[in-house]
Nanobody, 119 residues
Framework: DVQLQASGGGLVQTGGSLRLSCEVS????????IGWFRQAPGKGREGVAC????????YYAPSAKGRFTISYDSAKNTVYLRMNSLKPEDTAVYYC????????????WGQGTQVTVSS
């Protein structure tokens, strides 16, 4: 079974930082893309960042560029999202997801981790 286990969310003040982790099992890490989505209360799910493992290409939402960094550790089959300069509008449930390429629809989702940024 493919499983994605997200962690690292929490409560942080405006301007603070968090690092989310997503451990993936059941997939060969080098053969797929993995990224982060988020869903704020009352809003749809949006893509935040993604990495194509096949060519190393990175994708960031405009709201994430310059503040968020996606990275991975092949040895641990884990992808990270480092979030700096957090704003209240970053408050959301963050999900990791995999698919063949970042430009495609996700196939597998993690359970989500709550990020709350207080003003």
């Amino acid at each position: 079974d493919v499983q994605l286990q997200a962690s690292g969310g929490g409560l942080v003040q405006t301007g603070g930082s968090l690092r989310l982790s997503c451990e993936v099992s059941g997939l060969t890490f080098d053969s797929y893309a993995i990224g982060w989505f988020r869903q704020a209360p009352g809003k749809g799910r949006e893509g935040v960042a993604c990495i194509n493992r096949s060519d190393g290409r990175l994708y960031y939402a405009p709201s994430a560029k310059g503040r968020f960094t996606i990275s991975y550790d092949s040895a641990k089959n884990t992808v990270y999202l480092r979030m700096n300069s957090l704003k209240p509008e970053d408050t959301a449930v963050y999900y990791c997801a995999t698919r063949p390429l970042c430009t495609q629809t996700p196939h597998y989702w993690g359970q989500g981790t709550q990020v709350t940024v207080s003003s």
